[in-house]
C-alpha cells in the first residue's frame, strides 16, 4: 500500500484530502506544521508528500528544500490557495515537483499523481453500468486544411481550419495536432465539461505552423482545473517547449506560454511506443523537413494511424541521387526499404488519416516539399490492408470540387485493384465512430 504524507496546519483541509487518499487505499500520515511534517517525512519516507504553503513552524518552500536533500525519490506536491507566480517558480525552485491550487480536485490530484508516480498501481474503481459495455473509439475532425487556413466558399463542405483531430478511446481525450481547428474544439469541450476538470493529451506530430499554430487560442488551457500533457519529438533546432512558447512571446501574442493558468506539461518523446492510458501509441518519423512523427494509436476497438505530412520515398531518391552520389539503383533500393517499413507500421490499420496534399500532376512539381501524391497514399493504403482512408491536409488551393475528384479518382483506384479499401476525404465536422461504415456529419 503506497504512503503519503500531508503537511497541512488546517485541520478541515487536511481531513478532506486525507479522506481522498484513503478512498484510493493510501496509507496516509498527517502532521499539522512543517517541523512535525519534516520528521515524519524521514522517519517514514513516504513515496508522496503533499504540503501547504503557508504553515506554522516550517513554511512550504523550507520543509520542500531540507525533504529534497535528504529524500531524493520522493515526490512532493504543493497544495496552496495562492496563484502568484512567484510562489510557484519558488516551490519548484526549492523541490516541489507539481504546484496544485486549492480547493483540489481527486480527478486532478490523481492526474499529477499519475505523472509522478507511474509505477504505483492505480485502484480500479467499478464503472457505472452504462460503461461497462466497450464502447467504439469516437473520432472528429476539427482541422483538415495543410499549409495555412482558408476560409471562405470554396471550401464551405471540406473546411479551411488546419490540422487538428480529436481521438476518444479508452476513456481518453487524444487530440492530434494544434492548427487552427483546436480552437472550435477547446469551445466544444468548455461547453461539454462546464465547471469539471478536464485531462487532455496534446500529440504533436512536428512543429510547423500549421500544426501549432491554435494552440495559444485553446480555451482549456486558460482554465486552472485543466490537465494538458503535450507530447512531441524535438524540433530542428530547439526544444519542443522552446518552440511552442516562441509563438507566444510578446512581439506575436500577449500572453506568454508560462502564463496559461492550466497545468500544462510538456514532455520531449524520447521512445517510440508509450502508453496514454489504455490506449497503446506507436510512432514513426516521416519524410518531411525538419523533425516530423506519424502516430499509431491502438484502442479496444480498433487502431488509428496519422501521418499528416509525408512524402514517397522513390521519386524524392531518384531525383536527388545523383546528387548524393549514389547509383538510381541504390536509390531505388533505399526508397523500396523505407516504403516496406511503412506498409509494416500501417499493417492491418483500420482507420488511416494520410497526407495527400497534392494531385498526381501537381507532385511532379512538388517533389521535395514533403507531402505525398494521391496514388502513392492509395497504393501505400492497400498494400497495408488498412480498412479506410481518410485523405488529410488538403492544399489550400484546393476548393470542394477539386477533393471530391481527387476521392473519385482514389476510389477509382481501388476498384481497380479489387481490394475492399474505403475511401473518403477528410471533412471539418465529420464524426466517426471506429468501426462505423458511415460519418455523421
Same mark, same amino acid.
Given at each position: 500500500?503506497?504512503?503519503?504524507?500531508?503537511?497541512?496546519?488546517?485541520?478541515?483541509?487536511?481531513?478532506?484530502?486525507?479522506?481522498?487518499?484513503?478512498?484510493?487505499?493510501?496509507?496516509?500520515?498527517?502532521?499539522?506544521?512543517?517541523?512535525?511534517?519534516?520528521?515524519?517525512?524521514l522517519?517514514?519516507r513516504?513515496?508522496?508528500?503533499?504540503?501547504?504553503?503557508?504553515?506554522?513552524?516550517?513554511?512550504?518552500?523550507?520543509?520542500?528544500r531540507?525533504?529534497?536533500?535528504?529524500?531524493?525519490?520522493?515526490?512532493?506536491?504543493?497544495?496552496?490557495?495562492?496563484?502568484?507566480?512567484?510562489?510557484?517558480?519558488?516551490?519548484?525552485?526549492?523541490g516541489?515537483?507539481?504546484?496544485?491550487?486549492?480547493?483540489?480536485?481527486?480527478?486532478?490530484?490523481?492526474?499529477?499523481?499519475?505523472?509522478?508516480?507511474?509505477?504505483?498501481?492505480?485502484?480500479?474503481?467499478?464503472?457505472?453500468?452504462?460503461?461497462r459495455?466497450?464502447?467504439?473509439?469516437?473520432?472528429?475532425?476539427?482541422?483538415?486544411?495543410?499549409?495555412?487556413?482558408?476560409?471562405?466558399?470554396?471550401?464551405?463542405?471540406?473546411?479551411?481550419?488546419?490540422?487538428?483531430?480529436?481521438?476518444?478511446?479508452?476513456?481518453?481525450?487524444?487530440?492530434?495536432?494544434?492548427?487552427?481547428?483546436?480552437?472550435?474544439?477547446?469551445?466544444?469541450?468548455?461547453?461539454?465539461?462546464?465547471?469539471?476538470?478536464?485531462?487532455?493529451?496534446?500529440?504533436?506530430?512536428?512543429?510547423?505552423?500549421?500544426?501549432?499554430?491554435?494552440?495559444?487560442? +485553446?480555451?482549456? /488551457?486558460?482554465? !486552472? #482545473?485543466n =490537465?494538458?500533457?503535450?507530447? &512531441?519529438?524535438?524540433? %530542428?533546432?530547439?526544444?519542443?517547449?522552446?518552440?511552442?512558447?516562441?509563438?507566444?512571446?510578446?512581439?506575436?501574442?500577449?500572453?506568454?506560454?508560462?502564463?496559461?493558468?492550466?497545468?500544462?506539461?510538456?514532455?520531449?518523446?524520447?521512445e517510440?511506443?508509450?502508453?496514454?492510458?489504455?490506449?497503446?501509441?506507436?510512432?514513426?518519423?516521416?519524410?518531411?523537413?525538419?523533425?516530423?512523427?506519424?502516430?499509431?494509436?491502438?484502442?479496444g476497438?480498433?487502431?488509428?494511424?496519422?501521418?499528416?505530412?509525408?512524402?514517397?520515398?522513390?521519386?524524392?531518391?531518384?531525383?536527388?541521387?545523383?546528387?548524393?552520389?549514389?547509383s538510381?539503383?541504390?536509390?531505388?533500393? +533505399?526508397?523500396? /526499404?523505407?516504403? !516496406? #517499413?511503412m =506498409?509494416?507500421?500501417?499493417q &492491418?490499420?483500420?482507420? %488511416?488519416?494520410?497526407?495527400?496534399?497534392?494531385?498526381?500532376?501537381?507532385?511532379?512539381?512538388?517533389?521535395?516539399?514533403?507531402?505525398?501524391?494521391?496514388?502513392?497514399?492509395?497504393?501505400?493504403?492497400?498494400?497495408?490492408?488498412?480498412?479506410?482512408?481518410?485523405?488529410?491536409?488538403?492544399?489550400?488551393n484546393h476548393?470542394?470540387?477539386?477533393?471530391?475528384?481527387?476521392?473519385?479518382?482514389?476510389?477509382?483506384l481501388?476498384?481497380?485493384?479489387g481490394?475492399?479499401?474505403?475511401?473518403?476525404?477528410?471533412?471539418?465536422?465529420?464524426?466517426?465512430?471506429?468501426g462505423?461504415?458511415?460519418?455523421?456529419?
Amino acid at each position: 500500500m503506497p504512503r503519503v504524507l500531508i503537511i497541512e496546519d488546517d485541520a478541515e483541509s487536511r481531513r478532506l484530502i486525507s479522506d481522498l487518499f484513503r478512498r484510493d487505499d493510501w496509507n496516509v500520515l498527517e502532521a499539522n506544521d512543517g517541523d512535525a511534517g519534516v520528521e515524519l517525512a524521514l522517519r517514514d519516507r513516504p513515496e508522496l508528500i503533499l504540503c501547504d504553503l503557508l504553515m506554522p513552524k516550517s513554511n512550504g518552500f523550507q520543509v520542500c528544500r531540507t525533504i529534497r536533500e535528504q529524500l531524493q525519490p520522493t515526490k512532493i506536491i504543493v497544495v496552496s490557495g495562492r496563484d502568484y507566480r512567484v510562489d510557484r517558480t519558488s516551490a519548484l525552485q526549492a523541490g516541489a515537483d507539481e504546484y496544485l491550487l486549492k480547493p483540489i480536485t481527486w480527478e486532478l490530484l490523481s492526474s499529477a499523481i499519475e505523472r509522478l508516480l507511474p509505477e504505483i498501481p492505480r485502484r480500479s474503481r467499478p464503472k457505472p453500468a452504462a460503461e461497462r459495455e466497450s464502447t467504439p473509439a469516437r473520432i472528429r475532425f476539427w482541422g483538415v486544411r495543410g499549409s495555412i487556413p482558408v476560409p471562405g466558399k470554396g471550401t464551405v463542405r471540406y473546411g479551411g481550419n488546419t490540422s487538428c483531430v480529436e481521438v476518444r478511446a479508452d476513456g481518453e481525450i487524444i487530440i492530434l495536432d494544434a492548427g487552427t481547428g483546436i480552437r472550435l474544439l477547446g469551445l466544444a469541450l468548455d461547453k461539454e465539461f462546464g465547471p469539471r476538470s478536464m485531462k487532455l493529451t496534446l500529440l504533436i506530430s512536428h512543429t510547423h505552423w500549421d500544426h501549432i499554430q491554435g494552440l495559444p487560442f +485553446f480555451s482549456p /488551457a486558460y482554465n !486552472e #482545473k485543466n =490537465v494538458i500533457r503535450v507530447l &512531441g519529438y524535438e524540433g %530542428a533546432r530547439a526544444g519542443l517547449a522552446t518552440i511552442l512558447a516562441g509563438q507566444m512571446e510578446t512581439p506575436f501574442f500577449p500572453v506568454s506560454l508560462r502564463e496559461l493558468p492550466s497545468h500544462l506539461a510538456i514532455e520531449e518523446l524520447k521512445e517510440a511506443e508509450f502508453q496514454i492510458g489504455k490506449v497503446e501509441v506507436r510512432s514513426k518519423f516521416a519524410n518531411h523537413p525538419g523533425i516530423c512523427a506519424g502516430y499509431r494509436l491502438s484502442a479496444g476497438s480498433g487502431s488509428i494511424a496519422y501521418f499528416p505530412d509525408n512524402e514517397p520515398y522513390e521519386p524524392l531518391k531518384m531525383q536527388l541521387a545523383s546528387r548524393a552520389g549514389i547509383s538510381q539503383e541504390e536509390a531505388r533500393d +533505399f526508397a523500396i /526499404a523505407e516504403r !516496406e #517499413k511503412m =506498409v509494416e507500421f500501417l499493417q &492491418g490499420c483500420d482507420f %488511416a488519416i494520410m497526407d495527400t496534399q497534392y494531385t498526381d500532376e501537381e507532385y511532379t512539381d512538388h517533389i521535395g516539399w514533403g507531402h505525398s501524391s494521391l496514388s502513392s497514399v492509395v497504393s501505400l493504403a492497400l498494400d497495408a490492408n488498412v480498412g479506410r482512408l481518410l485523405l488529410f491536409h488538403h492544399d489550400p488551393n484546393h476548393d470542394d470540387e477539386i477533393i471530391d475528384k481527387m476521392v473519385e479518382r482514389a476510389r477509382a483506384l481501388v476498384a481497380k485493384s479489387g481490394k475492399p479499401l474505403e475511401v473518403e476525404a477528410a471533412r471539418e465536422g465529420a464524426e466517426i465512430l471506429l468501426g462505423a461504415k458511415t460519418a455523421a456529419a
